[in-house]
Nanobody, 126 residues
Framework: QVKLVETGGRLVQAGGSLRLSCVAS????????MAWFRQAPGKEREFVGG????????MLADSVRGRFTLSRDAANNTINLQMNSLKPEDTAVYYC???????????????????WGQGTQVTVSS
């Protein structure tokens, strides 16, 4: 059974940093794209960033580029989202998602991702 578990979310002050991790179990994802999405209260879930399969190329949303970075720890079947210079508008539940095996390309659409975690809450106070 495939499972994605996000950790690292908490309350942080504006300007601070957080590191979210997503640990996958049940299969390896080094050949599949993985991504982070987020959903703020009353808003649609949106793409934050993704990392491609095999090449580990990354893509970030305009709203977080320059502040967030993505990385993959293939040995531990984990992806990480380093979030710096956090803003109150970054407050949301952050979800990890993974595409099916050999789907290496990053996409920004939720329907492209087969597996989802339960989410971790990030709250940025002003």
């Amino acid at each position: 059974q495939v499972k994605l578990v996000e950790t690292g979310g908490r309350l942080v002050q504006a300007g601070g940093s957080l590191r979210l991790s997503c640990v996958a179990s049940g299969r390896t994802f080094d050949s599949a794209a993985m991504a982070w999405f987020r959903q703020a209260p009353g808003k649609e879930r949106e793409f934050v960033g993704g990392i491609s399969g095999r090449s580990d190329r990354t893509m970030l949303a305009d709203s977080v580029r320059g502040r967030f970075t993505l990385s993959r720890d293939a040995a531990n079947n984990t992806i990480n989202l380093q979030m710096n210079s956090l803003k109150p508008e970054d407050t949301a539940v952050y979800y990890c998602a993974a595409r099916a095996t050999r789907a290496v390309a990053i996409t920004t659409t939720q329907i492209s991702y087969t597996y989802w975690g339960q989410g971790t809450q990030v709250t940025v106070s002003s």
